[in-house]
C-alpha cells in the first residue's frame, strides 16, 4: 500500500490543522493506520492510531483531547484532527499501515511525511 500525506503547514499556538493520508494500492479497509511524528535527532513518537473499522482508537498522552484519528474507508483516506496546537507539536507527520492496530511506530507501510510547523 502507498500512503501519501498532506496538509501539513504553518500554525499559531492555540490552531487547528488537518492532515490527510490517501492510500493507494492494495484494499485499504484491509489496515490499521497511525500517525507518527518526528523532530530532527529524535526518535519517530506515535501519535495516534486507528483500526480498520474505525471502532478502536489509541492516543498518545501528548495528543488526547487535542487530536483525533479518523477515516473513511470509501475515500481511502485517514485523517488527524489536531486542536490547541502547541509549538511542541511541530514536526513532520507521517502515516503508516500494518495489519492489526497497535499504539506504536511498528508499522509496515510508512508514506512521505507533512511538516507541522507551530509558531509560538
Known amino acids: 500500500v502507498q500512503l501519501q500525506a498532506s496538509g501539513g503547514g504553518l500554525v499559531q499556538a492555540g490552531g487547528s490543522l488537518t492532515l490527510s493520508c490517501a492510500a493507494s494500492?492494495?484494499?485499504?479497509?484491509?489496515?490499521?493506520l497511525a500517525w507518527s511524528r518526528q523532530t530532527p535527532g529524535k526518535e519517530r513518537e506515535f501519535v495516534a492510531a486507528i483500526s480498520w473499522s474505525g471502532s478502536t482508537t489509541y492516543y498518545a498522552d501528548s495528543a488526547k483531547g487535542r487530536f483525533t484519528i479518523s477515516r473513511d474507508n470509501a475515500k481511502n483516506t485517514v485523517y488527524l484532527q489536531m486542536n490547541s496546537l502547541k509549538p511542541e507539536d511541530t514536526a513532520v507527520y507521517y502515516c503508516?499501515?500494518?495489519?492489526?492496530?497497535?499504539?506504536?511506530?511498528?508499522?509496515?507501510?510508512w508514506g512521505q511525511g507533512t511538516q507541522v510547523t507551530v509558531s509560538s
Open positions: 503508516g499501515a500494518r495489519f492489526g492496530v497497535r499504539p506504536s511506530t511498528e508499522y509496515a507501510y
Open positions: 494500492g492494495r484494499p485499504f479497509n484491509n489496515y490499521a
